[in-house]
């Protein structure tokens, strides 16, 4: 990624100008680096343009009065954004939108395309100071820090933040309401004489975990500056940037400002005091957080253990209920395993009696087909003799009949002989059954 970061200082016959600017990393804004730029060159331009408007004109107690600074505050923010609008218009005119820039912004290309919404393009943030013998001016747009280490060695921000600067979203140079959402804080030298002054862009913040520790940063350059010197700081400083960004936020990192060596001698140690307690105290914060991701993940553990315990004691209860089950069962089996031994006795019992029954009751069939047929020959004999016995009724009957008759010698002769023979018929049928 290009660097879309610009920077310019200059130290004239009583004041020093600073300016930092941040070209937006937006897509859309093809040509923030350039914007950066601009806005740099024209910042330095009216910045030192009103130093010598006020200083000729004996203005700068309207700058310390709280019921005029207002005025010509604006007045001075609106010269610079309106010199930049007319500045980002010229370049475009001189240098027109490439078809790759085109094809970048997809929402934005058509405009730019129309030479429409220009200053779209060229984004950036801004942060701008005038340091003289009587006030420390800054003028801030978009994120970033203005930080100040006043004469009593106190770190403080007196430009207020703003507030529709959240996460990637940023107020811009390039916006319709620069001129009022523009901040801005005049710092009277005689009552609060500040030793010095950074205005970092948004990637030095970004580098850090909290604001504590980008103020250290600063007193690390102040103490560097006091122990190797302005011109070494100078050199070494685009180094040291780049490791912090490397390391931190991976954007663009950049300073400028002012440090009064001499007067920040005196706070060297409170400023390695300040930022040793802060290294213990972000030791400390992050054991504190340690202790409490543990803390919730003892709490965790603990109910863990403690279900774990209910689940075991259910178990258990479960376990007793199923071994007491399985002993009834047991038992059951055990006893149903007898009855059934006694039953199989039984039935083998009952089985070797169906033998005998079975064999009994075929004995009994032929004892039975052997009755009836020995009932047959009786009764057939029975018969016989119940015809015998009418044949002789009616045979009797016959002889009374002849009774009644009269008979000689040879009839009744011949009834005996009859009746003889007879006797001897019977006999023979007698002997016969």
């Not at 610009?6 to 020093?16: H, L, R, Y």
Request: hydrophobic share 35%.
């Amino acid at each position: 990624m290009p660097r879309e970061d610009a920077v310019g200082t200059v130290e004239g016959d009583g004041f020093s100008v600073f300016v930092t600017a941040d070209g937006h990393g937006d897509r859309e804004c093809v040509r923030s680096a350039r914007g950066a730029e601009l806005a740099v060159s024209v910042s330095i331009d009216k910045l030192t343009e009103f130093y010598h408007v006020v200083a000729e004109n004996d203005l700068a107690g309207e700058l310390l009065d709280p019921k005029k600074v207002e005025n010509r505050m604006r007045k001075l923010i609106g010269s610079i954004i309106g010199s930049w609008n007319i500045a980002v218009c010229q370049d475009a005119a001189e240098n027109p939108f490439t078809e790759e820039e085109i094809a970048t912004a997809v929402k934005c290309g058509q405009w730019y395309r129309n030479n429409e919404h220009v200053s779209h393009a060229y984004g950036t943030t801004l942060l701008a100071g005038l340091l003289t013998e009587k006030y420390l001016l800054l003028l801030h747009q978009g994120d970033g820090h203005c930080i100040v280490i006043d004469s009593g060695g106190n770190t403080v921000e007196p430009v207020p933040w703003d507030e529709k600067c959240i996460a990637n979203i940023v107020t811009s140079v390039c916006d319709e309401n620069a001129v009022a959402a523009c901040r801005y804080a005049v710092i009277p030298v005689e009552t609060q004489d500040p030793i010095a002054c950074f205005l970092a862009s948004d990637g030095v913040d970004d580098s850090f975990a909290t604001m504590e520790e980008t103020y250290a940063f600063c007193h690390k350059l102040a103490i560097r500056a006091c122990e190797d010197g302005i011109s070494r700081l100078q050199e070494e400083l685009a180094g040291i940037l780049e490791e912090l960004s490397a390391r931190g936020s991976r954007d663009d990192t950049t300073i400028s400002g002012f440090i009064d060596v001499e007067r920040c001698r005196s706070y060297v140690k409170e400023f390695q005091q300040y930022d040793a307690r802060l290294q213990v105290a972000g030791r400390l914060k992050r054991v504190e957080e340690k202790l409490q991701s543990m803390s919730r993940k003892k709490a965790y553990l603990e109910e863990q253990a403690r279900k774990a315990s209910e689940k075991r004691r259910h178990l258990d209860e479960q376990s007793e209920e199923k071994k007491s089950a399985l002993t009834e069962m047991t038992r059951l089996i055990r006893e149903t395993r007898e009855k059934l031994a006694q039953s199989q006795a039984e039935l083998d019992a009952s089985a070797g009696d169906y033998e005998k029954l079975r064999e009994s009751a075929a004995a009994a069939g032929s004892d039975e087909e052997k009755a009836i047929a020995e009932r047959e020959a009786y009764l057939e004999t029975y018969r016989q003799y119940e015809a015998e016995r009418e044949r002789l009724q009616r045979q009797i009957s016959e002889m009374d009949d002849m009774d009644d008759t009269p008979a000689d010698e040879n009839g009744k002769m011949d009834s005996r002989e009859n009746e003889d023979c007879g006797e001897g018929a019977e006999s023979e049928e007698v002997q016969k059954s």
